[in-house]
């Protein structure tokens, strides 16, 4: 079993709508929970960092962490075609080093206009 | 700031070349990884580079190496190319807050091995 789970997908939603993306863990030691973005062709783009359980907003983008569920989510409100891409989870103990960042596979999410 | 920049972008080669990739990491990021990313296995972790030396190595053989030199420049060579080194190439820089790696990535090299 993989350290973190994601689904592929892909996600097609219409735009406007509200996405939910996911992934779940099996570490109960990490604590930091990132958000990436990829567009086709380019490398991933942080969005969104927490630290331990709660949510964060920021603009359309709301990352909310469970640990008691191992359990994070990304949530894209008023969701518009260019939010269409790759999104990847990825998370880390108390480690000081890029190595100890585990990354999801990635979901494809499609914004139908 | 300017963000991390990889160099070629592109590139092709045929089996048993070998390749050299380069990196140059944001301003005052003193840490460079590198990573292999293919649609099967996602984001795989090469290598860590933290002020010239190599401070962690995922599981890849030999013919991945890399080095970083004293301006935090990077580089990734693979030798003896095989058709299943073709990937996107990601390198990321990195610094740490408050106990934390946060990494930014260039925009990768997209290797083609035939």
């Known amino acids: 079993q993989k350290e973190v789970e994601q689904d592929p997908g892909p996600l097609s939603v219409p735009e406007g709508a509200i996405v939910s993306l996911n992934c779940t863990y099996s570490?109960?030691?990490?604590?930091?929970f990132m958000w990436y973005r990829q567009y086709s062709r380019k490398g991933p783009e942080l969005l969104m960092y927490?630290?331990?359980?709660g949510n964060k907003e920021d603009g359309r983008f709301t990352a909310q962490v469970d640990k008691s569920s191992k359990y994070i989510s990304l949530f894209i409100r008023d969701s518009q075609p260019s939010d269409s891409a790759t999104y990847l989870c990825a998370m880390s103990a108390w480690y000081s080093s890029a190595s100890k960042i585990i990354f999801g596979s990635g979901t494809r999410l499609s914004i139908r206009p | 700031k300017a963000g991390v920049t990889q160099t070629p972008r592109y590139l092709i080669k045929t089996r048993g070349q070998q390749v050299t990739l380069s990196c140059s990491p944001i301003s005052g990021h003193r840490s460079v990884s590198w990573y292999q990313q293919t649609p099967g296995q996602g984001l795989q972790f090469l290598f860590e580079?933290?002020?010239?030396?190599?401070?962690n190595k995922g599981n890849f053989p030999g013919r991945f190496s890399g080095r970083q030199f004293s301006n935090s420049r990077s580089e990734m060579n693979v030798s003896t190319l095989e058709l299943g080194d073709s990937a996107l190439y990601l390198c990321?820089?990195?610094?740490?807050?408050?106990?934390?790696?946060?990494?930014?990535f260039g925009p990768g090299t997209r290797l083609l091995v035939l």
């Open positions: 927490t630290y331990s359980s």
């Open positions: 570490n109960s030691a990490f604590q930091y």
């Open positions: 580079y933290f002020s010239e030396t190599q401070r």
């Open positions: 990321a820089s990195s610094f740490k807050a408050g106990g934390q790696e946060t990494q930014y």
